[in-house]
């Protein structure tokens, strides 16, 4: 089975830290992706990455970037916290046309 | 743009009540349509994709069927643990593009 893993399940930041999340996945996919889903709104899409060092901005890319320096990791980063930022944060790989999610981050910023 | 409309929003059932949740899309071409189940505090598992109108795929108690305009996810006689939010998203032909998410119809089973 495919594994996308992501660092931490539950953090919490303090506002205006640079705050660094990690999603691995053990597929070799090319395609990777970051979004953030907050209730009422549903999943919106930060960034996604087709391949080592490439990047796209995704619907809401204000206040973060990524990082995709190998093939099985792309890190999201947030710059400089803010409480807006609060969220729950999820990784997802695809091969073809089916997608593969990590557990997601449970994401405070106090 | 491409969007997703998932309804009802939240679903209540009582165990063995069968029913089915909509998605309506518009999509610029359809590359393929998702189903996804998330259960609280996880990430979404994968459930089906369907790839053209008059389509149909079944695991369990659900069945996914796609029209040009939209599909339904039918559970039959649900149980309990059935009760999770399921997640509708298409992908376009144009290009490399994303999945595009509907926010997803929150199901309740109880016994």
């Known amino acids: 089975d495919v594994k996308v893993t992501q660092s931490s399940r539950y953090l919490v930041k303090r506002t205006g830290e640079k705050v660094f999340l990690e999603c691995v996945q053990d597929?070799?996919?090319?395609?990777m992706f970051w979004y953030r889903q907050d209730p009422g709104l549903g999943l919106r899409l930060i960034y996604f990455s087709y391949d080592v060092k490439m990047k796209e901005k995704g619907d809401i890319p204000e206040g973060y970037s990524v990082s995709r320096e190998k093939k099985e990791r792309f890190s999201l980063i947030l710059e400089s916290a803010s409480t807006n930022q609060t969220s729950m944060y999820l990784c997802?790989?695809?091969?073809?046309?089916?997608?593969?999610f990590g557990q997601g981050t449970r994401l405070t910023v106090v | 743009e491409d969007q997703v409309t998932q309804s009802p929003e939240a679903l209540r059932l009582q165990e063995g009540e069968s029913s089915s949740l909509n998605c309506s899309y518009t999509?610029?071409?359809?590359?393929?349509l998702f189903w996804y189940r998330q259960d609280p505090g996880k990430g979404p598992e994968f459930l089906f994709t369907l790839y053209s109108a008059g389509e149909e795929k079944e695991k369990e108690r659900l069945k996914a069927t796609l029209t040009k305009k939209e599909s339904f996810l039918h559970i039959t006689a649900p149980k309990p643990e059935d009760s999770a939010t399921y997640l509708c998203?298409?992908?376009?032909?144009?290009?490399?593009?994303?999945?595009?998410f509907g926010k997803g119809t929150r199901l309740s089973v109880i016994a």
């Open positions: 998203a298409v992908r376009s032909l144009s290009g490399n593009t994303p999945l595009v």
């Open positions: 999509v610029s071409g359809l590359r393929g």
């Open positions: 997802a790989s695809n091969v073809r046309d089916k997608a593969f």
């Open positions: 597929m070799d996919h090319e395609n």
